[in-house]
């Protein structure tokens, strides 16, 4: 996952028709779920927090794979469980 703050920004904008600067959190996974990036606005400007596992997979919550979305809502709890918690 080498996408930027610029690039993660237009995927945000294009592909799920929000803005950047409304406030929310936007994370991304890769596909083999050992890269995070989180993507938000503070007072500021725009951050971008990058987190690696050595070894093992986040522990994502669990999704509907056979719909059309790539995007789904979550709490900013369950969020906290998924940077923490990670599975073999």
Do not use: C
């Not at 592909?15 to 990036?37: A, H, L, P, T, Y």
């Not at 979550?74 to 073999?88: F, M, R």
């Amino acid at each position: 996952m080498r996408k930027s703050f610029y690039t993660l920004s237009g995927i945000v904008n294009s592909e799920m028709d929000r803005d950047v600067r409304s406030g929310g959190v936007f994370i991304f996974i890769n596909r083999q779920q050992n890269i995070m990036k989180i993507l938000h606005m503070e007072y500021a400007g725009m951050v971008i927090y990058h987190k690696k596992l050595d070894s093992g997979r986040f522990k994502l919550p669990g999704y509907n794979e056979t719909s059309d979305t790539s995007t789904m809502t979550i709490k900013w709890s369950d969020l906290l469980l998924i940077v923490k918690s990670v599975k073999p």
